[in-house]
């Protein structure tokens, strides 16, 4: 749906150049929600903007629903934009303008006849839960809701993608909740590709399905977001999962590391799905001559599945805790990994 | 010491004329020209460095003339223009001249203002440039740009006042003729009252168009 190739951004600016975008490759599947996380200044908003065009790369093409935009004329390009819808951090709507005429301007910009502006109009802010708001201005509205009728504008045109520039970034945890929910409902009703650009891994963790690490142009790590959140790959990959789950050994858990012995030992076991942390130890204990012990442990969700982080204490003889841990290795259905914390 | 005032309100109506017509034609140069100045900037709509340092050296130029020496040189052309130097349609050529750059500044000091996200949105969905400065950028300034116009029309009543050094009438010429000139002091003062009602009045007038147009 939309795939990135070579694409390389640069800015002059005072004749120093700097690199927004540095060779970035990336694919995005149709109907997929793709996240993409970076630090201020990694290029995020850059590569959202290469996608319609806001800015153009300085070489690499963009390929959106099999078209390499940057080939149209300003013509097809601007019809090309109404496929691609566009949600922004701050809004962006006319202030001088109501609700009913923001949501209805890129139909009034194709010159669309009054009844069908109006039936598609209260159409979509039936669906962002705002009809009764038709008529007032946006400065009359909370963050909340100026982001809906920002995401009704950005539907009008029945978009097959929509990119979304740090959304939820101006909002409370609450709304950024129900804005969340919306876009997965938008992504699932009408099977739109949602390109998410943020810095924070809650809304990653919320409703991506996969994630890009962006960091000073360059896509550092991608795959799922179960994937990155079980093995995070990189530091900054590994910050960011620890900012919304947190992995950090504490310190008391580390004096127990220091004090291990070969008949007592401390692992970390990853693990995903809510039938899998609890019975996989008491089956142990059950199964094993050993002691088991849970010293620390964070369980967050991912996409409504429960994905934990256990710290456990084995006490026992040392064969038999190897034995554990190699019953452990072969259920590889729920145990994503199992790491020896060695002091 | 009687006061003529059939003749105050003659002079009252060539005020009102000079100013409502050279408002018209100077709004339409400084409007033009205001958007121009805009668009043409670097990282804008048609970004165009040339066109851009052109149109901003004349309004520069104009902007430094001072009216009552801009009145005098643009004779020839306004001899050209009305056919006379002398009167209240001569006195609207230079009017014009000096106003519509000043509107120009203040209209793209207007559309300056106007957030850069929203011209962003209109981009994104796909606008034409036209489109993007008449039904993004103009509305979302208007505002704003009824207040610049409100400051502009002010600026002109002082102008036409100066119109009367070519005999152009008017409330100013009245009041430096009879009141200055002639030491008739009531004229002066009755002149000058009624210029001072007209600003306050167009001030509220504009403010409150303006604060209308912002919201419904």
């Known amino acids: ?343 | 010491m009687l006061v003529d005032w059939n003749q105050i309100l003659a002079a009252l109506g060539e005020t009102i004329t000079m100013v409502a017509i050279s408002l018209l034609f100077a709004t339409v140069i400084g409007l033009t020209l205001g958007i121009l100045l805009v668009v043409t900037r670097k990282g804008h709509l048609w970004e165009n460095a040339a066109v851009f340092n052109v149109l901003n050296a004349i309004v520069n130029v104009f902007r430094s003339i001072p009216f009552i020496i801009l009145m005098v040189a643009v004779i020839p052309f306004t001899r050209l223009l009305v056919g006379t130097s002398i009167g209240t349609a001569a006195a609207i050529v230079p009017m014009v001249l000096f106003s519509g750059p000043y509107i120009a500044r203040l209209i793209e000091n207007s559309l300056l203002e106007v957030d850069p996200g929203v011209m962003e949105a209109a981009q994104a969905m796909g606008a034409t440039p036209r489109q993007i400065i008449m039904r993004f950028l103009i509305p979302e300034a208007l505002s704003s740009l009824l207040l610049g116009l409100t400051i502009a029309t002010i600026g002109l009543i002082g102008a036409s006042a100066m119109a009367g050094a070519i005999g152009g009438g008017g409330l100013g010429d009245l009041a430096i003729t009879y009141g200055y000139q002639r030491f008739d002091t009531i004229v002066m003062i009755i002149t000058v009252a009624i210029l001072v009602v007209m600003v306050q009045g167009l001030q509220t007038a504009g403010n409150i168009l303006s604060r209308k147009v912002r919201r419904r």
């Open chain 1, 1 to 343: 749906m939309i795939t990135f190739e070579n694409v390389t951004k640069i800015y002059e600016s005072a004749g120093q150049q700097v690199k927004a975008l540095d060779e970035v490759d990336l694919h995005i599947e149709e109907g997929e929600i793709y996240g993409v996380i970076g630090f201020s200044g990694a290029g995020k908003s850059s590569l959202v903007r290469c996608v319609n065009l806001l800015e153009r790369p300085t070489s690499g093409n963009v390929i959106v629903n099999n078209q390499n935009l940057q080939c149209l004329s300003p013509k097809e390009l601007r019809e090309a934009k109404r496929h691609i819808g566009m949600i922004f951090q701050h809004f962006n709507l006319l202030n001088s303008k109501t609700v009913f005429t923001n949501v209805a301007m890129p139909l009034l910009l194709m010159k669309q006849s009054k009844k069908e502006v109006e039936q598609r109009v209260y159409e979509l802010l039936e669906f962002v839960g705002l009809r009764d708001k038709a008529a007032d201005y946006p400065d009359q509205l909370s963050g909340g809701q100026k982001q809906r009728v920002g995401i009704a504008r950005a539907l009008a045109t029945q978009p097959s993608v929509l990119l979304c520039d740090e959304a939820t970034s101006a909002l409370d945890p609450q709304t950024t909740e129900s804005i969340l929910k919306l876009l997965k409902r938008i992504n699932q009703a009408y099977n739109i590709t949602i390109l998410i650009i943020t810095h924070e891994m809650g809304v990653i963790r919320e409703i991506c399905d996969k994630v890009a690490v962006l960091d000073q142009g360059k896509v550092i790590e991608s795959g799922s977001v179960f994937e990155v959140f079980a093995q995070p790959k990189t530091e900054i990959a590994h910050d960011f999962v620890s900012t919304v789950m947190q992995d950090d050994i504490p310190e008391s858990v580390h004096q127990l590391i220091q004090s291990q012995s070969s008949t007592n030992r401390i692992y970390r076991i990853v693990f995903v799905g809510d039938s899998a942390g609890a019975p996989l130890l008491s089956q142990i204990a059950k199964r094993f001559d050993v002691e088991v012990n849970v010293l620390f442990g964070s369980i967050t969700e991912l996409q409504g599945t429960p994905f934990g982080n256990l710290i456990v204490k084995f006490e026992g003889d040392a064969k038999e805790i190897n034995r554990v841990i190699m019953d452990i290795n072969q259920q590889e259905v729920t145990v994503k990994e199992v790491l020896e914390d060695a002091g």
